[in-house]
């Protein structure tokens, strides 16, 4: 998603569209969002939470470049974890309804390892759900109202919980604890935490959010560092030391990895 709209539901600076209560365990909230910026590519990332992207505007398509390069259209889902991935330039406006799931939550509604279902970051809403999933986008950017549009999703969404869902809780209380310590610690000290050994973990991990534990650890830290960017009086060093960082070239290099660029090249 754009890295804009992530920081701010990271921070918990966004007030969601509540689903319903049935839905609590596996859907966060529905996020209404309007670009800002215009002219220019605009990083897409995730924090390890899947989510459902409708597109709201004509031409209900977007352009992504870099590591993943495609045009999807309608709705698509964004999965793992996206490294060096740009929306290209939207038009100032342009519009997009974020279903965002909990950690474990699209694997608690699918019932299936991601990685089976998601063969890619980024995969059309076709690829999940089929006709029906193209109608519901129809249907969503058709709704004149944000609480039609999350009334839509409740309803197509319910239709789809189990009978009986997959406990995710080790898996959403090792995401709790990496995202209380800001990913500074190791997989080692999750495995501790939890009393799980550390292969448990990495399949888990693998199976529900589709990324291993220590991607994960990576990349709360990594955006913990990003966000905290632009802030006065705060040197890249500083940045890098404060979030767990060796020092500003270990930083840099993930940076890097992340983005695809250098801290001096991101306007913040």
């Known amino acids: 998603m754009p890295v804009e709209l992530l920081k701010h539901i990271f921070r918990e600076q966004l007030s969601a569209i509540r689903p ?10 529905y996020y209404p969002y309007t670009s800002g910026q215009s002219g220019q590519p605009i990083w897409a990332t995730l924090d390890g939470h899947p989510a459902l992207i409708f597109l709201l505007d004509a031409p209900y398509n977007i352009q992504f470049t870099g590591t993943h390069t495609l045009c999807l259209q309608n709705a698509f889902f964004c999965c793992y974890g996206l490294q060096n991935t740009y929306i290209q330039a939207w038009p100032k406006g342009m519009r997009m309804l ?81 995202r209380a310590q800001q990913g500074q610690l ?36 990594f955006l913990q560092a990003y966000f905290s960017m632009g802030q006065p009086a705060q040197s890249l060093t500083g940045i890098a030391l404060q979030h767990g960082y060796y020092d500003q070239a270990h930083f840099i290099k993930a940076f890097k990895q992340h983005t695809g660029k250098v801290p001096s090249a991101v306007d913040q």
């Open 20 to 29: 319903a209560a049935a839905l609590r365990e596996v859907v966060t909230g």
């Open 186 to 221: 190791n997989v080692q000290e999750v495995c501790a935490h939890l009393r799980v050994n550390y292969k448990w973990l990495e399949r888990n991990f693998r199976n529900q959010l589709g990324i291993t534990p220590k991607a994960y650890i990576n990349t709360i830290r």
């Open 98 to 178: 974020v279903v965002q799931f909990s950690c474990s939550g699209l694997y608690q509604l699918l019932q299936q390892p991601l990685p089976s279902v998601a063969a890619a970051p980024l995969v059309p809403v076709t690829a999940v759900w089929g006709a029906a999933g193209e109608q519901l986008a129809v249907n969503i950017r058709e709704a004149n109202s944000h609480a039609a549009q999350a009334a839509l999703l409740d309803t197509f969404l319910q239709a789809k919980l189990p009978v009986h869902k997959q406990a995710g809780y080790l898996i959403q209380a090792a995401v709790q604890y990496i």
